[in-house]
């Protein structure tokens, strides 16, 4: 049973333009909510990350929004750059120390110019 | 150097063959996991380890094992490779608390 579903699986977006990936999840007792970067022949790198208390983060171009109710919750990137071609995961976690790290399956970014 | 070092890099093996894969990290974090990644299937934990005595197993451990060295050091083992374990596996480290990952670099196993 996959408990982080994320979509689409890849996306391709103009320079300039806003990147959105999005991710549902079943299990109530999530709690912290965070994105990963992962360029081609790294790892992954934690990027952004919420708490089910507020209902948007923002950091630079990074934005969460996080639905409660809905149990939802997306990644926007705004003013797309191709370096920010990449593949992102969102995940999920029962308490930000939890070592139980949920994963979706990712996004393959593309940003063209 | 890298927070965590994954060694090797690449490797290609053969059906039947007992393979280790190594991590060490500097972070000076207790918990440390190996996760394997597949195309279109995202991340899966294999297993986990919160401190040196401290082993448990992951969604996908079957074919796999584990040994905690010390602190820094976790390495994945595959006693009779597979060709399905070709993957890209990734080692990582986190703190209670602190909420998130530090990935290495991957290695790339091909079981041919």
């Known amino acids: 049973q996959q408990q982080v579903k994320q979509s689409p699986q890849s996306l391709i977006v103009q320079k300039g333009g806003i990147s959105i990936i999005n991710c549902a999840y079943e299990n109530t007792a999530f709690d912290y909510f965070p994105w990963y970067q992962q360029f081609p022949g790294k790892g992954p790198a934690l990027l952004i990350a919420?708490?089910?208390?507020?209902s948007e983060k923002k950091e630079g171009r990074f934005t969460i929004s996080f639905n409660k109710s809905a149990k939802q919750f997306s990644l926007h990137i705004m003013d797309s750059q191709p370096g920010d071609s990449a593949t992102y995961f969102c995940a999920a976690t029962p308490g930000a120390g939890s070592y139980q790290l949920t994963f979706g399956k990712g996004t393959k970014l593309s940003v063209i110019p | 150097d890298a927070d965590v070092t994954q060694t090797p890099r690449n490797r290609i093996t053969k059906t039947g063959k007992r393979i280790m894969l190594e991590c060490s990290q500097t972070k000076g974090h207790d918990r440390m996991y190996w996760y394997r990644q597949d195309p279109g299937l995202g991340l899966r934990l294999i297993y986990y380890s919160f401190d040196v005595k401290d082993i448990n197993k992951g969604e996908i451990s079957d074919g796999y094992s584990v040994s905690r060295q010390a602190q820094a050091k976790f390495s994945l083992s595959l006693e009779s490779a597979i060709p399905n374990q070709t993957a890209l596996y990734f080692c990582?480290?986190?703190?209670?608390?602190?909420?998130?990952?530090?990935f290495g670099s991957g290695t790339r196993l091909t079981v041919v």
């Open positions: 919420i708490r089910p208390d507020v």
């Open positions: 990582a480290t986190s703190a209670p608390g602190l909420g998130g990952y530090t």
